[in-house]
């Protein structure tokens, strides 16, 4: 079964306001990442956070881990059109297991 | 393109018959991952090889699913007896570095379909 599980599930949003995901997992990680899907394609890398790590940013990305709750955030700013896939969180834990999330589906909104 | 290639890009068989699918990962790239994605799901993890053992399956792996990368380099994974269960997107990722904290880069997948 997967590890994680990502809320909402769907998120529909207007051109340029931001765009808030979240993911939560079940066991001790040591690290957390983001990946981006677009329908019918492969995945893509966004991010990597490490358990030791409480925020990072990468562009018009901003994703914040909290270990103790054991949870994750990945904000989009300014959002486009193109930012239109599905967002998904991925975790290696300590049992060298890589798992994904459920995926939240975003929608931009032109 | 992410440099990890996949082949066939789409397969459609009858159920009962064996199918093979093709991954080249990234030529440096000493780690390789299949996983399984169904409609509206995450990616679910089947298997991964360090160089060319495989070290972890995953139990959604059945006797029917085989995994081999033979020289450390490309990989295959077949499937035999296909059912309509195994109608699904077949990821295939690879990476390098320390063990799970590096990017994986995931190939645009194979599309199975069962009929």
């Known amino acids: 079964s997967q590890q994680g599980e990502e809320d909402p599930q769907a998120l529909s949003i207007q051109e340029g306001e931001n765009a808030t995901m979240n993911c939560s997992y079940k066991?001790?990680?040591?690290?957390l990442q983001w990946y981006r899907q677009n329908s019918g394609r492969g995945l893509v890398h966004l991010i990597l956070?490490?358990?030791?790590?409480r925020e990072k940013h990468s562009g018009r990305l901003r994703v914040t881990l909290d270990t103790s709750k054991k949870s994750s955030s990945l904000l989009i700013t300014a959002s486009r059109a193109a930012d239109t896939a599905s967002y998904f969180c991925a975790t290696f834990n300590t049992g060298n297991q890589f798992y994904f999330g459920t995926g939240t589906s975003l929608t931009v909104i032109p | 393109d992410t440099g990890v290639s996949q082949n066939p890009r789409h397969k459609i068989t009858k159920r009962g018959q064996n199918v093979t699918f093709r991954c080249d990962p990234i030529s440096e790239h000493n780690r390789l991952y299949w996983y399984r994605q169904t409609l509206g799901q995450g990616p679910e993890f089947l298997t991964y090889f360090q160089n060319e053992a495989q070290l972890e399956k995953s139990r959604l792996l059945s006797d029917r699913f085989s995994a081999e990368r033979p020289k450390g380099s490309f990989s295959t994974l077949e499937i035999q007896r296909t059912e309509q269960g195994d109608s699904a997107m077949y990821l295939c990722a690879s990476e390098s570095g320390a063990l799970g904290n590096t990017e994986a880069f995931f190939g645009q997948g194979t599309r199975l379909t069962v009929v």
């Open positions: 066991t001790s990680i040591n690290n």
């Open positions: 956070i490490r358990s030791n790590e």
